[in-house]
Nanobody, 122 residues
Framework: QVQLVESGGGSVQAGGSLRLSCTAS????????MGWFRQAPGKDREWVAA???????RYADSVKGRFTISQDISKNTMYLQMNSLKSDDTAMYYC????????????????WGQGIQVTVSS
């Protein structure tokens, strides 16, 4: 069974940093697009960032210059380093995987983690 498990969430003051991790099991990580989404209360789930196995990365405009997505393929793990956090970054963050080329569309992803809370206070 394919599983994605997020870790590293928590509460920080605005301007602080957190690093989220997503570890995959049940399939080979290589060849997948991995991405992060987030969802704030009352809002739709939105795409944050993605990375493919070639190391190419893409970011939503709202997080460019502040967030960095990376991966350790040998450990089946993806990371999201979040710096200069703002109150608007408060949301549940979800790890997702797709067995094709990268996409920013929620419906294109095949596997999802359960989500992890990030709270940023002003």
């Amino acid at each position: 069974q394919v599983q994605l498990v997020e870790s590293g969430g928590g509460s920080v003051q605005a301007g602080g940093s957190l690093r989220l991790s997503c570890t995959a099991s049940g399939y080979t990580y290589s060849g997948f697009c991995m991405g992060w989404f987030r969802q704030a209360p009352g809002k739709d789930r939105e795409w944050v960032a993605a990375i493919d196995t070639g190391g190419y990365t893409r970011y939503a405009d709202s997080v460019k210059g502040r967030f960095t997505i990376s991966q350790d393929i040998s450990k089946n793990t993806m990371y999201l380093q979040m710096n200069s956090l703002k109150s608007d970054d408060t949301a549940m963050y979800y790890c997702a995987a797709r067995n094709h080329g990268c996409s920013r569309w929620e419906a294109d992803f095949d596997y999802w983690g359960q989500g992890i809370q990030v709270t940023v206070s002003s």
